[in-house]
C-alpha cells in the first residue's frame, strides 16, 4: 500500500496519511482547505511501466469474414433461448480456431457489438465473452497470451461501457490481471475526472486490493451514498477497512461538522447526498458493523471506543440509581462488579464515573473516589470502605421460586476431565430431556458467552467458557454437538434458547455450524402467550421467563443475579444458583404445562403446539417484510389480553388527537392516513417526553409499548395510555380503532398529511404544476452549468418512481422510523423578493374548520402564500402528465395525487372497518366468559 502523504484533514485536525492515521499539525483555517491533491495520489501509485493516459492502436474495425460470423453469432442471441451458448460456441470457436489472432478477434467483435454501449445482460458483447472464455479454457495453453497493447485498449474500452459483468467478464477473459499493477495510475485518472464508481468497479475487477487509499474512491462514494460500491473493494482489503473505520472514527469527533464538510470541500465535482450518514448515529453505525465484520482492535477507533464506552457507563449507573430506572433488583455487589470491569485502570473512567455518580447518588461518588484515590472528598473523613459480600439486596419482601435441587447437585465444569464426564452423562440414553440458559457478556464491540447452563432433572452442570476453550481439543467441540445438539432424541428446552445457540456457534469456529445441526430445540419465549391463552393461566405484568414461571408455576424468579460480570471468577454461589436454576426452570415449566394439559383434556393442542414450534421456518431474505407477525387468528385468540375499549362513543377521526412513542412511528404515519391527529416522537427521544405532549395545549392520548407504555401510564390519568399489543401494522391500527372507537369512511383518506400531520391542502391542477416544473428546471440548469455538475441518467430514470417509492415507504412500511423528512427539520425558504411576482389564486381545502377558502401559489419562487415551497422536484413529469389535480399539503408542501396507492389506502381502510366490530364484539363475548 503507498506510503504518501496526502491533506485529507480539516480545520486545525492534522493531516491524514495513506495509512489513515491522524499527524497533529499547525491550525489551519477552513478557507485555505484544498481539493484533493490528484497529482500526488498518481505519484503515490505510479509504476515504472503504467498505462498510458490515451488508448493506445488505430481504428477497430472487423473483416468481411469476421462481419460474417458476427452477424451469425447475433442472429443466435436475437433467439433468446436455453441453447444459445452453445449455438454460439459450435459457430464461434471453430471460426476462432482459423484465426492468426483470436484475442484481437473477438475484442473487435465484442466492442463493436450493437449492444456495447448499452452493457446488456446476457446480450450479445456479454455471449462473445463468455464463449471465447470457454473457447480459452481448451486452447489457452497453445495460445500466445495477448500483447500488452491491446490488454491497454480492452481496459479503456471496456471500463467506459456501463456493465460492471461485463467489464469482469472481459479483464478475465484478456487476463489484465497478469499485469494488474500496470493499471493503479490509470484507476486514479478516473477518480480524478469524477468516475469514482467505475474507478472502484475496475479496481475490484483486477483485484487491486489493498492498493488505494480510502481518499482515491472509498470516501467518495460513501459521500454519494453507494456503500455497496464501496464495500465490494473492502471486503477484501484489510488494510483499506483498518484505514476507513480509523478515519470515520476522525470524522465522529466532536468537530464532526466541520471535518464533514472539510471532506466534501475536496471533492467539488461530487453532489454529496450521503454527507447526511456521516452525522454521529450513522457513523457509529458503521464502524460498528465494519468492527464486528472484521474483528478490528479498538485501537483503529479511539473516539468511538471511548465514546460508546462513556455511553455505556452513563447507562449503568441510571440504571442503578435513577428513579425510573427498569432494573430495581439489581444487586449493588454486581452493579460495583461491572463498575469496575468498565472503568478498569482507566483514569479518565474512573473521573467519569465519580462526576457521573455526583449527579444521582454522592455517597456511592465518595466510596468510588476513595476507592481509586481521586480526591473528590479531601475535606472529608475516609469511610471504612464496606463488604460488598454482606452489601444488602435492594429487593422488595416478594417470594420468588427456588431451585429444587441442592447446591451439590450443581457442577461447575471448568477442566477437561469434568467436561468429559459432563459429555458422558448427556449421552446416556435415558436423557432425553435437557434445559438450557446462557450467560454472557455484552458491549459495543463484542458479545461473548461466559457460561452455558445445562440441566437435566437430577443435575446441573455450569460450563465455564471462560477458561475451557483453553484446555479442549477439537473432537470435544464435535462431542458437544454431536451428542447433544444433534440428537433428535435429546429434546432441548430454554427460553430465548436459539439466542443462546446462536451465541455459543459465533463464539468458537468449532461450532460454526450449530444452528444447521442442532435437532429437537423448544424455545418456550416464542409459546408464552399461546401456553397461558391454552392453559387458561393467569395474566401477568412480570416480563421474561420469570413472568411465564409466575404462571405456570406460581412464583416469579429472583432476577437480582441476571446483570453480573459473568467473567468474573469465582462465581459467588448466589450467581451460581441463579444460573442453575434458569436452565432447570426450563424444563420444570415444559413438564407442568404437560402435565396441566393433561388434567384440561388439551394434551393433543399443547403437543402439536410444541412439534410446530420446533420446525425451523426458512424466511425469505429477498423480503424485508417477511418477519415474525402476529396473524389476525392469534390476536383475536388473544383477545383477554386487550384491554376494554376506553370510549364507547363512536367518533371520527378528525375528533382523536393521540402522540405515538418514537417505535410506533410507522403506526402514527398510518393514522394520519386516516386522517387522526397524530405526533410521533423522533428517534433518541426519552419515551417520558409524550407525558409532556399529551399533557400541553391540545391534550392527546399516548400510544406506546411495554416497559415504557408502563413508565409513561404512571405519569397520566387512567386509561390515557394505550399499550399496543401486535407486531402487525394493520392490527394495531385496528387496536386503536377498537380502544378509541373510531369509525372512518373513505372520505377521511388524506385528510392529513403523513408526512407532517398537517390538516389543509393547495388545490392545484396540471398546468400550474408543470410551470412549476418548468421553473425549477430552469433553475437548476443555471445552477448545474454553474458549478459544472451533471445530473446522472440512472438518476433521471429513478424520478419517475420517486413519489410511489416514498407514499409506499410510509403506507406499506412497518419500519419504526420516520421519514428522512423531518417537520421540525423544516424551515421555508427564505422569501425572494422580485420586481414582480407571478401570483395564481387557488382553492386551499381546511380539515381543521371543514371550510374551503381562496389561497395563493407563487409560479417563480414555488411558495404559497404561507412560505411553504411546494416540492415539485419529489414529482415525476410523466406523473403530472397523467393526472389532472394535485394536492399540496399547506404545511411542508408534500404533493399528493390520486394514483394506485389512493387505492390502496381505500381497501386498507375498508378492511379496518370491517374487522374492528368484530374483534369489539369478541372482546366482549370473552370478557363475559371469563
Same mark, same amino acid.
Given at each position: ?94 471460426f ?11 475484442f ?92 472502484c ?37 484489510t488494510?483499506s477497512?483498518?484505514?476507513m ?8 469527533a466532536?468537530?464532526?461538522a466541520?471535518?464533514?464538510s ?20 450513522p ?8 468492527s464486528?465484520?472484521?474483528s ?23 440504571q ?55 480526591g ?99 473432537e ?6 454431536a ?36 435437532k ?20 401477568t ?8 414461571c ?29 444460573a ?24 393433543k ?64 404515519r ?37 416497559a ?41 383518506l388524506?385528510s ?24 425549477? %428546471?430552469?433553475?437548476q =440548469?443555471? #445552477? &448545474?452549468?454553474?458549478?459544472? /455538475? ?7 430514470? @429513478?424520478? $419517475? ?19 428522512g ?20 389564486? %387557488?382553492?386551499?381545502? =381546511?380539515? #381543521? &374548520?371543514?371550510?374551503?377558502? /381562496? ?7 414555488? @411558495?404559497? $402564500?404561507?412560505?411553504?415551497?411546494v ?6 413529469r410523466t ?29 386498507k381502510?375498508? =378492511? ?19
Amino acid at each position: 500500500m503507498a506510503n504518501s502523504q496526502v491533506v485529507a484533514g480539516g480545520r486545525g485536525r492534522g493531516k491524514i496519511r495513506w495509512s489513515g492515521k491522524v499527524v497533529e499539525e499547525d491550525v489551519i483555517d477552513s478557507d485555505q482547505v484544498k481539493v484533493f491533491n490528484w497529482e500526488e495520489a498518481k505519484k503515490a501509485v505510479s509504476e515504472i511501466s503504467s498505462c498510458p493516459v490515451y488508448e493506445p492502436g488505430g481504428q477497430i474495425a472487423m473483416t468481411e469474414v469476421e462481419r460474417e460470423v458476427y452477424c451469425k453469432v447475433a442472429d443466435i442471441v436475437k433467439g433468446n433461448n436455453l441453447q444459445v451458448p452453445q449455438a454460439i460456441s459450435v459457430v464461434l470457436h471453430r471460426f476462432l480456431d482459423t484465426c492468426q489472432d483470436p484475442y484481437l478477434t473477438v475484442f473487435s467483435m465484442a466492442v463493436l457489438s450493437s449492444d456495447f454501449k448499452e452493457g446488456k445482460a446476457k446480450g450479445l458483447t456479454w455471449n462473445l465473452l463468455n464463449s471465447f472464455q470457454s473457447f480459452l479454457a481448451s486452447r489457452q495453453a497453445s495460445l500466445a497470451p495477448p500483447d500488452l497493447v491491446l490488454k491497454d485498449r480492452v481496459f479503456f474500452r471496456f471500463s467506459r461501457q456501463p456493465s460492471v459483468s461485463i467489464l469482469k467478464l472481459a479483464i478475465k477473459v484478456f487476463r489484465l490481471t497478469d499485469n494488474k499493477l500496470r493499471y493503479k495510475e490509470a484507476v486514479v485518472r478516473m477518480c480524478e475526472d469524477g468516475n469514482f464508481k467505475t474507478g472502484c468497479d475496475v479496481a475490484v475487477g483486477l483485484q487491486l486490493f489493498d492498493q488505494f487509499s480510502v481518499h482515491i474512491f472509498c470516501l467518495p462514494l460513501l459521500l454519494m451514498d453507494k456503500p455497496s460500491t464501496m464495500d465490494s473493494y473492502l471486503d477484501k482489503s484489510t488494510e483499506s477497512v483498518a484505514e476507513m473505520v480509523s478515519f470515520l472514527d476522525y470524522l465522529s469527533a466532536e468537530e464532526n461538522a466541520q471535518r464533514v464538510s472539510d471532506l466534501i470541500s475536496k471533492y467539488p465535482m461530487i453532489k454529496p447526498v450521503g454527507a447526511s450518514k456521516l452525522s454521529y448515529k450513522p457513523l457509529d453505525r458503521m464502524i460498528k458493523k465494519m468492527s464486528e465484520k472484521w474483528s478490528l482492535d479498538t485501537g483503529l477507533y479511539p473516539a468511538t471506543s471511548i465514546r460508546w464506552a462513556r455511553g455505556d457507563l452513563y447507562y449503568w449507573v441510571k440504571q442503578m440509581f435513577s428513579l425510573d430506572s427498569e432494573q430495581g433488583s439489581l444487586q449493588l455487589i454486581n452493579w460495583r462488579e461491572l463498575m469496575e470491569r468498565k472503568v478498569k485502570d482507566s483514569k479518565d473512567m474512573q473521573d467519569l464515573l465519580v462526576n457521573t455518580l455526583l449527579g444521582f447518588d454522592v455517597e456511592e461518588a465518595r466510596f468510588w473516589s476513595n476507592k481509586y484515590e481521586l480526591g473528590y472528598f479531601k475535606n472529608q473523613e475516609a469511610e471504612e470502605e464496606p463488604d460488598w459480600e454482606k452489601d444488602i439486596v435492594r429487593e422488595e419482601s416478594v417470594e420468588y421460586y427456588q431451585l429444587s435441587m441442592s447446591t451439590d447437585r450443581i457442577m461447575f465444569v471448568d477442566t477437561r476431565e469434568q467436561f468429559m464426564r459432563f459429555i458422558d452423562v448427556i449421552s446416556d440414553p435415558s436423557v432425553t430431556l435437557v434445559g438450557l440458559d446462557a450467560e454472557f457478556m455484552s458491549s459495543h464491540s463484542d458479545q461473548k458467552i461466559s457460561l452455558l447452563q445445562l440441566s437435566t432433572d437430577k443435575e446441573a452442570f455450569l460450563l465455564d467458557w471462560e477458561v475451557l476453550p483453553s484446555c479442549l481439543e477439537e473432537e470435544d467441540f464435535a462431542a458437544l454437538a454431536a451428542k447433544l445438539f444433534a440428537r433428535p432424541e435429546v429434546l432441548i428446552v430454554g427460553y430465548g434458547v436459539w439466542g443462546d445457540i446462536k451465541l455459543l456457534a459465533k463464539s468458537f469456529t468449532q461450532l460454526s455450524n450449530l444452528v444447521t445441526t442442532s435437532k429437537s430445540i423448544l424455545d418456550l419465549e416464542t409459546l408464552k402467550s399461546k401456553v397461558i391463552t391454552l392453559l387458561s393461566l393467569p395474566h401477568t405484568t412480570v416480563r421474561g421467563l420469570s413472568g411465564l414461571c409466575q404462571s405456570v408455576m406460581g412464583l416469579p424468579l429472583s432476577k437480582t443475579d441476571q446483570i453480573s460480570d459473568w467473567s468474573r471468577r469465582p462465581l459467588r454461589q448466589s450467581q451460581l444458583t441463579y444460573a442453575a436454576l434458569d436452565a432447570l426452570v426450563c424444563l420444570e415449566i415444559h413438564q407442568a404445562s404437560k402435565a396441566m394439559a393433561k388434567e384440561r383434556g388439551v394434551s393433543k393442542e399443547l403437543d402439536e403446539m410444541f412439534i410446530n414450534a420446533m420446525k425451523k421456518i426458512v424466511k425469505d431474505k429477498k423480503d424485508p417484510k417477511n418477519r415474525d407477525k402476529v396473524t389476525r387468528a392469534d390476536l383475536e385468540e388473544n383477545i383477554p389480553s386487550l384491554v376494554e375499549p376506553l370510549l364507547t362513543t363512536p367518533s371520527p377521526p378528525q375528533a382523536m388527537q393521540l402522540v405515538c412513542d418514537d417505535m410506533l412511528q410507522g403506526l402514527c404515519r398510518r393514522l394520519r392516513l386516516f386522517g387522526v391527529d397524530c405526533l410521533a416522537l423522533d428517534n433518541g427521544q426519552d419515551h417520558l417526553e409524550c407525558v409532556g405532549l399529551a399533557t400541553g395545549q391540545v391534550p392527546r392520548y399516548v400510544l406506546s409499548r411495554g416497559a415504557p407504555a408502563a413508565r409513561i401510564a404512571k405519569r397520566l390519568p387512567p386509561g390515557h395510555t394505550l399499550d399496543i399489543k401486535s407486531n402487525d401494522l394493520d392490527m394495531q391500527v385496528e387496536e386503536v380503532f377498537r380502544y378509541f372507537s373510531i369509525v372512518a369512511d373513505t372520505g377521511d383518506l388524506f385528510s392529513r398529511c403523513v408526512l407532517c400531520n398537517g390538516g389543509h391542502y393547495y388545490l392545484l391542477d396540471r398546468g400550474v404544476l408543470l410551470q412549476l416544473a418548468d421553473r425549477l %428546471v430552469a433553475k437548476q =440548469s443555471r #445552477y &448545474t452549468m454553474e458549478i459544472g /455538475v451533471e445530473e446522472e441518467e440512472e438518476e433521471l430514470r @429513478e424520478k $419517475e418512481d420517486l413519489e410511489m417509492d416514498r407514499f409506499n415507504d410510509d403506507f406499506e412500511s412497518d419500519s419504526d422510523r420516520e421519514p428522512g423528512f423531518q417537520v421540525s427539520d423544516y424551515n421555508p425558504r427564505m422569501k425572494v423578493e422580485e420586481q414582480e411576482k407571478r401570483w395564481v389564486t %387557488v382553492q386551499v381545502t =381546511s380539515y #381543521y &374548520t371543514g371550510v374551503d377558502r /381562496v389561497g395563493k401559489v407563487n409560479l417563480f419562487t414555488g @411558495e404559497t $402564500e404561507e412560505g411553504v415551497v411546494v416540492q415539485v422536484e419529489c414529482v415525476a413529469r410523466t406523473t403530472m402528465e397523467k393526472y389532472s389535480q394535485f394536492w399540496v399539503c399547506g404545511k411542508c408542501g408534500r404533493v399528493y395525487f390520486e394514483g394506485s396507492h389512493w387505492g390502496k389506502a381505500t381497501e386498507k381502510l375498508k =378492511s379496518t372497518i370491517s374487522q374492528t366490530p368484530n374483534i369489539n364484539r369478541d372482546f366482549r363475548q370473552k370478557e363475559g366468559s371469563i
